[in-house]
């Protein structure tokens, strides 16, 4: 059994070349296969009809108003989600009250339940057969099949996205930082804004940025809510499934690879943000070796 | 200013924490808290601070009630068991904090030559630039004083201060702070678990058991006569021997020691290490187990006839090995009857 000295180092646990080489080899093949792959079919099948069809896709009046609607419904779901997940985080993470545990249950619902799910309750709410169906129509106030609706069944969606983010690093900081600047005699805002937020910006950054990329990718619950309205409802997903049924393959996949853009785009930005957290040279992010913000994969 | 606390009880859910504390400390004094884990001491501190409130008692800072007074408006500096330094600012920022959030308006210039100042006395000048994470454990400690005494604390509050650091830079900061306090004579209480600790540097000892206070004085009061085994054990090393009482004489196996005051019946006897003597000629036959030498002297783990095990501080050059039969003497011990 046992190997000559040889002056190599020996490998560690479970370094044996064998299992390196198989298990790399493994992981990029399927992520190759799985996730770059069809990526690029995207790009190759939103140029397979020619530029000027991608263009002529792109630049139509349905397609630009799905872009439109998709970035407001952003504008509006992130930032409230936002302050929610700040909010929630700190409530669970700083202050002890009955009910703690259920509440870190209920943020994380919109991640166990299907977003379809999600959209037909809100059917059952908002529409004229539902709850404040009648109401609403009486104040002829319009949820569903408008932006309200579809801002509201995104924000279900997305609702644990920042708070999941800040909950384990803001319970690893522990309070000693709040009760810190308290008893030097600062205000809970300025504690928060001073001591709190700066510890967690890049976390909470993170957290936005996947909110944000969840945001404008949602599909199966703004779906039931939009009623798919072309030029007035459609969200770009939406959109591009509506390409898709109307057998405009080259068009949906026009489509599609704006959103893939946007989702370069966010992830691009998220990178940027992990460098900035981790490399800004002389502005340690973080004192403890606390869980290394924004680097999950 | 002085800090009174009356009948002070605090519960957590169901674990009583404090259990009817009453406690003066006088203006200027410095005062440890003395106890294990899990006596109380670390949630005194913090009601005194305004991070807890109590659930009964009054705290009175001189002759204000301070109750009810919330940590931002009490005038407390509170120094933690970690630091809690801002990881986001450097040391100087980290100084200025307080006075940057203060009531009081401070020109920059003015809370500029304040943390100079402050970072002179915690010597520490020319690191104000660093950041937490860059500095050592002592040097941390240093920066969590300046920040905690740059509001011009009535009060300082230091929580287990030197637990997270190693033995001689413990020691040496110990001193350090005895002459910050004598310099700057602010009413300072702190909590500690090393009694080596509370020795070094309290005016006034208050040694805590299960939420209550056991004993308190000086340290020369609660070294020479501490007023029951838990005391006399948690202060340092003893021996413990049980003994029977009469006539104010204490029998202990093999022999017997002068025990006046102390009813009869029987009783515990704790006898220090260095309170042994080591002998060939006479009193307590004993053999020997074990020798540990020690840079200071040496101990010897000794057995009596009836199998009691005891511990010794002999001097380095006496002569003795492992299974040698000699005598030990009692040269002083403290007596407890056994209820």
Known sequence: MSTPPSRRKPPRVGDGPLIRRSLIGFVLVV????????????????????????????????????????????????????????????????????????????????????????????????????????????????????????????????????????????????????????????????????????????????????????????????????????????????????????????????????????????IIAKVLLERQGAGRSGRPALAAPAPAQGSKP | MKIRLDHVVKTFDTFRAVRDVSLEIGSGELVALLGPSGSGKTTILRMVAGLEYSDAGTIHFGEQDATAIPVRDRGVGFVFQHYALFPHMTVAENVAFGMKVSKVKRGRAEIDRRVGELLDLVRLSGLGGRFPTQISGGQRQRVALARALAVDPKVLLLDEPFGALDANVRRELRRWLREIHEALGITTLFVTHDQEEALDLADRIVILNEGRIVQQGTPEQVCRSPNSAFVTQFLGDANRLEASIRDGRA?????????????????????????????????????????????ENRRILARLGDGTSLELDVPPETAVRSQDIGFVRIRRANVFPLS
């Open chain 1, 31 to 266: 992520g190759a296969l799985l996730v770059l792959s069809p990526l690029l079919v995207i790009f190759v099948q939103a140029f397979s009809a020619g530029t000027a069809a991608f263009k002529a896709v792109i630049l139509h009046p349905d397609t630009l108003h799905a872009i439109g609607l998709t970035v407001a419904t952003a504008l509006i779901a992130v930032p409230v989600n936002t302050a929610f997940g700040i909010a929630a985080a700190w409530a669970i993470t700083k202050f002890d009250f009955p009910g703690r545990r259920l509440l870190l249950v209920v943020i994380e619902i919109p991640f166990s339940i299907s977003p379809i799910v999600a959209g037909v309750a809100y059917l059952f709410v908002y529409g004229l057969q539902g709850l404040f169906g009648p109401a609403l129509q009486a104040a002829d106030v319009k949820i569903l099949f408008a932006l309200p609706g579809i801002v509201l069944a995104s924000m279900f969606v997305t609702a644990p996205f920042v708070a999941r983010e800040l909950i384990p690093l803001m319970q690893a900081q522990g309070r000693d930082l709040e009760e810190a600047a308290t008893s030097l005699g600062a205000s809970g805002w300025r504690t928060f804004f001073s001591v709190t937020l700066p510890n967690i910006r890049w976390a909470l950054l993170y957290g936005v940025v996947l909110c944000n990329a969840r945001v404008m990718g949602e599909f199966g619950a703004v779906s039931v809510v939009s009623g798919n309205i072309r030029g007035q409802t459609n969200t770009l997903p939406l959109h591009v499934e509506l390409l898709y049924h109307d057998y405009q393959t080259a068009g949906a996949f026009a489509a599609a690879s704006t959103l893939t853009l946007l989702a370069i785009v966010t």
């Open chain 2, 251 to 295: 029998r202990i196996a093999g022999g017997e020691i002068a025990a006046p005051g102390v009813t009869d019946g029987r009783a515990e006897v704790f006898v220090r290490p260095s309170d042994l003597d080591w002998s060939d000629t006479g009193g307590i036959p004993a053999t020997v187990t074990r020798v540990i030498d020690r840079p």
